[in-house]
């Protein structure tokens, strides 16, 4: 199983899709799709990333919303290549966890809004 991870270039959410494993002649009925904090735990608490639902096992994909992995519960900061596996189950049991990556997406953060513009002594409004 191979697990890739892109950013959404509209939204910014993280994406991350894998292939179907080898399924040993029983169909997958859930993954566990796990993300690592900073400090190299890994955690399951993703509630758009549920590898029970239904849709999310027929389409081998999910999205975080990239504050999520920024925010309390991961602290990823920006330019760390996230690292997420995946792990089948079917009715013969759990498989392998999928290989850890060497590239893919990256922690992004959304550019902050310029400041807004003074007035200082050599504008227009200013001169004599």
């Known amino acids: 199983m191979t697990v890739t991870t892109t950013v ?10 894998w292939t179907r494993p080898v399924i040993n002649g029983a169909a997958i ?17 993703l509630a758009t990333c549920d590898g029970k639902k239904l849709t999310i096992v027929g389409t081998m994909h999910c999205t ?12 990823l900061s920006y330019g760390t290549l996230v690292q997420v596996r995946v792990t089948p189950t079917n009715n013969k ?5 999928s290989d850890p990556l060497i590239f893919g997406a990256t922690i ?8 807004k ?3 200082g002594m050599m504008t227009a409004e200013n001169k004599i």
């Open 93 to 97: 049991g759990t498989g392998p966890a």
């Open 29 to 45: 009925y859930k993954y566990l799709i796990e993300i690592q904090d900073k400090d190299g735990n890994w955690k399951t608490s």
């Open 8 to 17: 959404d270039s509209v939204t910014g959410d993280f994406v991350i899709d």
């Open 108 to 115: 992004r953060t959304v550019p902050k809004a310029p400041q």
């Open 64 to 75: 975080v919303p990239m504050n999520t992995l920024t925010g309390e519960d991961f602290q």
């Open 117 to 119: 513009p003074t007035r």
